[in-house]
Every structure is written in structure tokens, then in C-alpha cells.
T-cell receptor
């Protein structure tokens, strides 16, 4: 069974721009969660989508948004990028939801200059 | 107090010895507990999950959970250089807060 895939793997953006990241979960998994990982803050939960509905949200500003499609693929969007948004963005899929076993994709490394 | 705490390390263990990684959590009603391994430059990989008090063994890995003392640990027997990585503890808080909370990780180095 194929794992979680994320595209693109690397991105360099300028402050003020916006970015869209994509995630395809493991086949059969309907839950997709997004995390931000930085050296200082560790892994921080952004939000979870299950069957196209956002079920949970972490403590991030509204510039961070997401959506999920009927095939469970998910996108995350960050608008008005700030230098502090530079991080590894990880997508994780799960059979049961954000509180169950999470299987992570390889991540998207975002650098904001 | 952080919700999930781990010693950041680095923890250095000789090859062949037992590596012991510890994690404490603050919410007494926490339900599920996970250990992830993250190699440098890679994404976290689930290696163990534990839900009830006691020990759970999987190959060279043993997870131990003590809900009364609010700690969960991971033992790695016969440590190998390939075990060198950062180990993340993740906890599911009580109902109503439906997300995993991760510790900041313990960096483990196995010395040949």
C-alpha cells in the first residue's frame, strides 16, 4: 500500500506571497492532519480534515487554511507569508482521526525570504 | 508546565546496550500514547502505540505506560547505530481536545 505523499517537497517564497501545499493520504484513510515542525516549537498541530470537514484546529492564525476533497486529498494554504512561517510542513493520514495512529508524509520544506 | 515533556538529550548509549527514553504528560485523563522515530531530515515514523497500563513489546522495542504516575517510556534493547534518531512521544489528551500533542523529542545517539 502506497504511503502518504506530499508535493512539493521544497518551496522558497517571499514575504507576503501565498503558498498551497498538497497531501495525498494512504488509500482508505479519510483523516488528514497537518502539522508545522520548527526547531524551536517542535511539532505543532494545525488542523484535521475528515470526510471533507475540518474537525479540529490548532492555535494558528487565520492565514493558515485548508480543505479536503472527496478523494481525501488535502491542501493547505498559507497567505501573506511571514519569515516565521519557514518550517517543515507535515501531513499525516489516519484511519480513525487526529487522535489515532498518524502516518506522516515526507513533508514540504518551506523557506520564506 | 508543558503538556508532554521529554528530556531533549542528547542521550548517548553504547552499541548493544539498552536505551531508555522517558516521557511525562500533564493531563491525567490522557487516552493514547505513541512513540515516533525521526531521522535527521526525515519525517516522523510510528514505531509503537500503547493504550493501557503495563508493557508492550515489539521486537527490540518495549513501551511502558504508567497512568498513575503519568509517564510513558520506550526501551530499545540491543541498540544499533541505526537507532540513532530523535524519538518523539505523542499523547492524546482527554476527550474534547481531539488532537495529538507531541513532546519536543529526545535525540538518541548509539555509539559503535
Amino acid at each position: 500500500k502506497a504511503g502518504v505523499t506530499q508535493t512539493p517537497r521544497y518551496l522558497i517564497k517571499t514575504r507576503g506571497q501565498q503558498v498551497t501545499l498538497s497531501c495525498s493520504p494512504i488509500s482508505g484513510h479519510r483523516s488528514v492532519s497537518w502539522y508545522q515542525q520548527t526547531p524551536g516549537q517542535g511539532l505543532q498541530f494545525l488542523f484535521e480534515y475528515f470526510s471533507e470537514t475540518q474537525r479540529n484546529k490548532g492555535n494558528f492564525p487565520g492565514r493558515f487554511s485548508g480543505r479536503q476533497f472527496s478523494n481525501s486529498r488535502s491542501e493547505m494554504n498559507v497567505s501573506t507569508l511571514e519569515l516565521g512561517d519557514s518550517a517543515l510542513y507535515l501531513c499525516a493520514s489516519s484511519l480513525y482521526g487526529a487522535t489515532g495512529e498518524q502516518y506522516f508524509g515526507p513533508g514540504t520544506r518551506l523557506t520564506v525570504t | 508546565q508543558k503538556e508532554v515533556e521529554q528530556n531533549s538529550g542528547p542521550l548517548s548509549v553504547p552499541e548493544g546496550a539498552i536505551a531508555s527514553l522517558n516521557c511525562t504528560y500533564s493531563d491525567r485523563g490522557s487516552q493514547s500514547f505513541f512513540w515516533y522515530r525521526q531521522y535527521s531530515g526525515k519525517s516522523p515514523e510510528l514505531i509503537m502505540s500503547i493504550y493501557s497500563n503495563g508493557d508492550k513489546e515489539d521486537g527490540r522495542f518495549t513501551a511502558q505506560l504508567n497512568k498513575a504516575s503519568q509517564y510513558v517510556s520506550l526501551l530499545i534493547r540491543d541498540s544499533q547505530p541505526s537507532d540513532s534518531a530523535t524519538y518523539l512521544c505523542a499523547v492524546t489528551p482527554p476527550f474534547g481536545n481531539e488532537k495529538l500533542t507531541f513532546g519536543t523529542g529526545t535525540r538518541l545517539t548509539i555509539i559503535p
